[in-house]
């Protein structure tokens, strides 16, 4: 009687543990770094039993095509630490998306008059203005709509295809790429803040065109209410706009990451 494939998938009759804790180094990376899982608000338990589970499942599809590995402990080292930033670099790329959007909402906030009043973002770990805090939950809303947790899952198990187990390569090409995703990323957040700024300017140009031709208005008394009721327009409006370029972008994301595998497995220049 022939044996089910998915006994055969999760067999464990070839255990390999140095394979097994590198997997968890790649499959910890990602975790640690993919927007919403490395909140605060998440327990330590539960990230790192996800990353337990997430390397069982992926350890027999990933050691049924490496033959046992049995290499010293300053190797062995290396290849952990080499694995993780994999790992980490797969997640980084998704969590500039949400920097972007905290970027943007920072900027956005101070030219919308809620600059003053700052509260705790559940998904990172600094404090936003309030408008920046709503808008990285629509961020995390149109991550999950457009599946962008599945591509940084998909790309996490195709890695072990383009990148060998221990063999990531952090070049010249690495390093320059990064700092492209990290120049996008500020890139990204002036355009969504931009309406904001536009309007901004505006409304501080149309309070200074008044304050010159009625010089007994208190702008004081007047000034912030303008501003705080125009940001408040400008969210509601702007969402269209909002939501259109984070979609663009998180739709992008698994062209990205294909582009940062070739890179990290040394054939991408």
């Not at 990602?30 to 998440?42: D, G, K, S």
């Not at 599809?61 to 402990?73: C, K, T």
């Not at 309030?130 to 808008?135: E, H, I, R, Y």
């Not at 536009?198 to 409304?203: T, W």
Request: with cysteine; glycine share 12%; net charge neutral.
């Amino acid at each position: 009687m022939n044996a089910s494939p998915f006994m055969h998938l999760f067999s464990l009759s070839r255990w390999d543990p140095e394979l097994f804790v590198l997997i968890l180094s790649r499959t910890s990376g990602v975790l640690i770094a993919m927007p919403a899982f490395n909140a605060r608000a998440v327990p330590t338990r539960i990230k790192a039993l996800a990353a337990v589970a997430l390397s069982a499942l992926l350890f027999p599809l990933v050691g049924a095509h490496i033959p046992f590995r049995e290499s010293g402990y300053d190797t062995l080292l290396l290849e952990i630490l080499s694995e993780f930033v994999v790992g980490v670099s797969i997640g980084f790329c998704a969590y500039l998306i949400f920097a972007a959007v905290a970027l943007g909402g920072q900027l956005a906030g101070v030219q919308a008059g809620f600059g003053i009043v700052d509260v705790i973002n559940p998904l990172g770990v600094a404090e936003v203005p309030l408008l920046g805090n709503f808008q990285t939950q629509v961020a995390f809303l149109i991550f999950l709509a457009t599946n962008a947790q599945y591509a940084l899952l998909w790309t996490l198990a195709r890695s072990y295809d383009v990148i060998r187990v221990g063999g990531g390569s952090f070049s010249d090409s690495y390093f320059a790429g990064i700092t492209h995703l990290v120049g996008g990323m500020m890139t990204l957040g002036l355009v969504l803040a931009s309406p904001f700024i536009v309007g901004g300017l505006v409304l501080n140009l149309v309070l200074g065109f008044l304050s010159k031709m009625m010089p007994q208005m208190n702008l004081i008394s007047l000034g912030l209410p303008v501003m705080v009721l125009g940001g408040l327009l400008l969210t509601l409006l702007g969402l269209p706009f909002f939501s259109a370029v984070l979609a663009r972008s998180m739709g992008g994301l698994g062209g990205t990451l294909d582009d940062l595998l070739k890179v990290m497995a040394g054939h991408g220049g």
